[in-house]
C-alpha cells in the first residue's frame, strides 16, 4: 500500500472510532424553580385551504364513499383526536387575506366557486367554510383559530365574521346563521389579524400595518364572554424591526404577535438527503432559540409583563414537493430526520413558555411537515405525528428549568448541542422528560441530576430508526413509531440515560416534587 493511501486509511479509522464514541451530556433540572405554566396551546397545528390539507384531507363530503361524518374524514378524526391537538389554525396562511367568510356559509349547492390564486390557481367550491371547519374542532376537541382578512377584506367584513360566530342577540347577522341552522354562537376565542402582511398578506411596511391593527382590530368585538385574543402578523424569521414597529405602534391592541419560522431544504425532496443534509435542518432547527430569545427580549421592552404572547403559529420544514404532484400543493414526505426537528421545537417551545404560548405546526395534513398523509381512502401516521403524542404530556403542566452542558454533534468542522431537553410536572405530580439526540451516529451518555424532586418509578418510550430518512408509508405504514425504552439508571438523585443516535425520548417519573415558586403565567 502507497504511504498516502495508508494515511488515508488511518484517518478515516480514528475518524469512525471518533464517532462510535460515546459523549457525555450533564443536565440539571430544578424542579423546585418551576414557574411557568407550559400552555398546551404551543401543541397546535395549522391547516390552511392549500392543495390537499382541506380537500382530500380532512374534507372529503358527505357524499364520498371514505367513511366520513357528514363530509369529514373519520380516519383523520380518529387520529388527530388521539393526540390532544388544542388549538388549529385556518384558512390561511396567505390564502387567508384572499378569504370572504361570506362565501364559505349556507347551503353548499349555493356556494361561489372561487380561485385559490395563492396555491395553483385550483377553482375552490366553497364545501369547507366557517361552520365545517368549526364541526371540524368540535370532532377533535381543539379550539380554533381563525386568520382574518386584513389584506383584501374590509373592516366590516371581518367585524361580521366575528358577530356571526360568537353574538348571541338578535341581529341581520345572527339571523344569517340562524337561517344557516346553527341557533348558538360557537364562541371563537383566537383571531389572526392577516398573515405575513410584510408579504402575501399585503407587502406592507410595518408603520402602516401597525395601524391596520388598531383598526381592524377595534372593530372586533366582545360579545357575552367570547372576547377576541387578538394575535397580529409578526415577523417572518429575524426581522426584528417589524416586531419592534409593531410593538411600539399596536403592542397594548394586541394579545398575541406571531412569528414565522421554516427549515428550508426545498432543492432536495424529504427523502433525498445524506448527512450534510441532516446537519443542515439540524443547524437551521436549532436557530429557533436565538430567534425566540430576541423577538422576547424586544417585547419585553415594551411589554415587561409579558401580557402579549409571541405566537409561532408557522413553523416546520420545507422540502422540494414529492415526485409527479402540484408543486403548489406542498406535498411533502415526512422522515425521522423531520421527527428529531419536531422534537427540537417543541423543547425550545417549552423553555421559553414565559412567552411563548402558542405555536402552530405547518401543517397538519397532506401539506409541508404533516401529521398525516392520505392518499384516496388510505391514510399514514407519519414520525412527526408521534413526537406530538410523545410530547402531549407538557401540556399545561408546569415547566422545569433546564440547565445543559452538552456533548458535540461535529459534522465537517460545524458543531452543535448534541442533546437538548424540557421538562414539566403535571397536575398528578409526574415529571416528563423529553430528550433529542440530534447526531445521526453517535449516542450519547447523558447525566441527569434531580434537584427538588425524588422518583421512585421511571418508564420511558423512545422514537428512532436505523436509517435518517427513515419514513412511513402505505405499504409499511409501522416503519417508524414508538417503543419502549429502558436504557437508564437511577442512583440516588443522579439519573443516567443512554440515548442512541438520533433518537427522541420522553421519560415519565413518578415521585415527588417540592414546592414550587409562585407560578409566573396562568394561561390566559
Ligand atoms: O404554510 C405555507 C405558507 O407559508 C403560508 O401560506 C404562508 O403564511 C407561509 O409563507
Known amino acids: 500500500m502507497k504511504r498516502t493511501s495508508l494515511f488515508i486509511l488511518l484517518v478515516v479509522i480514528s475518524q ?21 405554566k407550559i400552555n398546551r396551546n404551543i401543541y397546535g397545528q ?15 363530503g358527505p357524499n364520498s364513499s371514505i367513511p366520513n361524518i357528514d363530509g369529514i374524514r373519520k380516519d383523520i378524526v380518529e387520529a388527530l383526536r388521539k393526540i390532544d391537538v388544542p388549538v388549529l389554525r385556518w384558512p390561511g396562511g396567505c390564502f387567508a387575506d384572499g378569504y370572504h367568510w361570506k362565501d364559505g ?43 382574518g382578512n386584513l389584506g ?16 348571541d342577540n338578535v341581529s341581520q347577522i345572527t339571523d344569517l346563521r340562524k337561517k344557516n341552522g346553527r341557533g348558538e354562537p360557537w364562541g371563537v376565542k383566537y383571531w389572526g389579524l392577516g398573515n405575513e402582511s410584510w408579504g402575501c398578506g399585503g407587502h406592507m ?25 387578538k394575535i397580529a402578523a409578526g415577523p417572518g424569521g429575524g426581522d426584528y424591526n417589524w416586531t419592534n414597529i409593531i410593538m411600539k405602534n399596536a403592542g397594548r391592541y394586541i394579545d398575541g404577535l406571531s412569528l414565522h419560522y421554516y427549515s428550508w431544504a426545498n432543492q432536495k425532496t424529504a427523502t433525498d438527503f445524506d448527512e450534510s443534509g441532516w446537519f443542515d435542518i439540524m443547524k437551521k432547527t436549532l436557530e429557533m432559540n436565538e430567534l425566540i430569545e430576541k423577538h422576547s427580549a424586544i417585547m419585553d421592552k415594551y411589554d415587561p409583563d409579558k401580557r402579549v404572547a409571541l405566537v409561532v403559529d408557522e413553523w416546520g420544514t420545507w422540502y422540494k414537493v414529492e415526485p409527479g404532484t402540484n408543486p403548489h400543493f406542498l406535498y411533502q414526505q415526512n422522515t425521522m ?13 417549552n423553555n421559553h413558555c414565559d412567552r411563548v404560548r402558542m405555536a402552530c405546526i405547518a401543517q397538519m395534513v397532506n401539506v409541508l411537515q404533516a401529521m398525516v398523509l392520505t392518499k384516496g381512502e388510505k391514510m399514514i401516521l407519519t414520525p412527526t405525528y408521534y413526537v406530538f403524542d410523545l410530547y402531549r404530556v ?3 403542566a408546569m415547566m422545569v428549568p433546564v440547565k445543559i452542558s452538552s456533548g458535540n454533534y461535529v459534522f465537517r468542522g460545524d458543531t452543535l448541542a448534541a442533546i437538548n431537553c424540557s421538562a414539566s410536572i403535571d397536575s ?43 419514513h412511513n408509508t402505505l405499504k409499511d405504514s409501522d416503519s417508524v413509531k414508538p417503543g419502549k425504552f429502558s436504557a437508564f439508571s437511577l442512583k440516588g438523585n443522579d439519573l443516567e440515560v443512554d440515548m442512541p443516535p438520533m433518537s427522541v425520548i420522553v421519560l415519565e417519573l413518578r415521585g415527588k416534587a417540592g414546592a414550587a415558586v409562585e407560578q409566573g403565567n396562568p394561561v390566559r
Open 337 to 349: 430526520r423531520d421527527a428529531v426537528a419536531a422534537a427540537c421545537n417543541l423543547n425550545i417551545f
Open 152 to 167: 383584501s377584506g374590509t373592516v366590516k367584513e371581518l367585524s361580521q365574521w366575528v358577530e356571526y360566530v360568537n353574538l
Open 205 to 229: 411596511p410595518p408603520e402602516y400595518y401597525a395601524y391596520f391593527v388598531r383598526r381592524y382590530g377595534t372593530f372586533m368585538h366582545t360579545y357575552g364572554k367570547y372576547k377576541p385574543f
Open 46 to 60: 395549522f391547516s390552511e385551504d392549500l392543495g390537499r390539507c382541506i380537500y382530500g384531507g380532512i374534507w372529503v
Open 428 to 470: 398528578t405530580g409526574k415529571m416528563h422528560i423529553s430528550f433529542v439526540n440530534i447526531d445521526p451516529d453517535v449516542s450519547e451518555n447523558t447525566t441527569i441530576s434531580l434537584e427538588g424532586f425524588r422518583a421512585d418509578g421511571i418508564a420511558g418510550k423512545i422514537l428512532t430508526a436505523d436509517k435518517m430518512n427513515a
Open 105 to 147: 356559509i349556507g347551503p353548499r349547492s349555493k356556494r361561489p366557486k372561487t380561485i385559490n390564486s395563492d396555491w395553483g390557481g385550483v377553482t375552490d367550491d366553497n364545501a369547507f367554510g366557517t361552520a365545517e371547519f368549526l364541526e371540524f374542532c368540535r370532532l377533535i376537541g381543539c379550539q380554533p383559530y381563525f386568520t
Open 16 to 36: 469512525c472510532s471518533l464517532k462510535a464514541q460515546t459523549n457525555r451530556t450533564k443536565i440539571t433540572l430544578d424542579a423546585s424553580a418551576r414557574e411557568y
Open 394 to 396: 407538557h401540556q399545561d
